[in-house]
């Protein structure tokens, strides 16, 4: 059973910086892809950034491209997500999420797990 666990939300000022982990656990990652997702109360759950497990191909949202950056150590089977120049606009609930495919996607539906989320607050 695949579980997903985050970790580094919090409080923060805008402009400023975060760094979001996702430990993964229940099996051997290679051919997966895994996801930042994001919601906001009152919002649908949208989606941030992923990158292949296997070889590290990534994709973002635009309302994200150039500040967050997604990675992942094969060694530690964690993802983080490196969220820089945040904004108010940024504040919602991070999710993690992973799909036992390669294909690119950015719909929630199609991804099989969710970790438990984190919530991440930019203030003004």
């Known amino acids: 059973q695949v579980h997903l666990v985050e970790s580094g939300g919090g409080l923060v000022q805008a402009g400023g910086s975060l760094r979001l982990s996702c430990a993964a656990s229940g099996r051997t990652f290679s051919g997966y892809t895994m996801g930042w997702f994001r919601q906001a109360p009152g919002k649908e759950r949208e989606f941030v950034a992923a990158?292949?497990?296997?070889?590290?191909?990534?994709w973002y949202a635009d309302s994200v491209k150039g500040r967050f950056a997604i990675s992942r150590d094969n060694a530690e089977n964690t993802v983080y997500l490196q969220m820089n120049t945040l904004k108010p606009e940024d504040t919602a609930v991070y999710y993690c999420?992973?799909?036992?495919?390669?294909?690119?996607?950015?719909?929630?539906?199609?991804?099989?797990?969710w970790g438990q989320g984190t919530q991440v607050t930019v203030s003004s």
């Open positions: 990158i292949r497990w296997s070889g590290g191909s990534t």
């Open positions: 999420a992973t799909r036992s495919s390669i294909i690119r996607s950015t719909a929630p539906r199609e991804y099989d797990y």
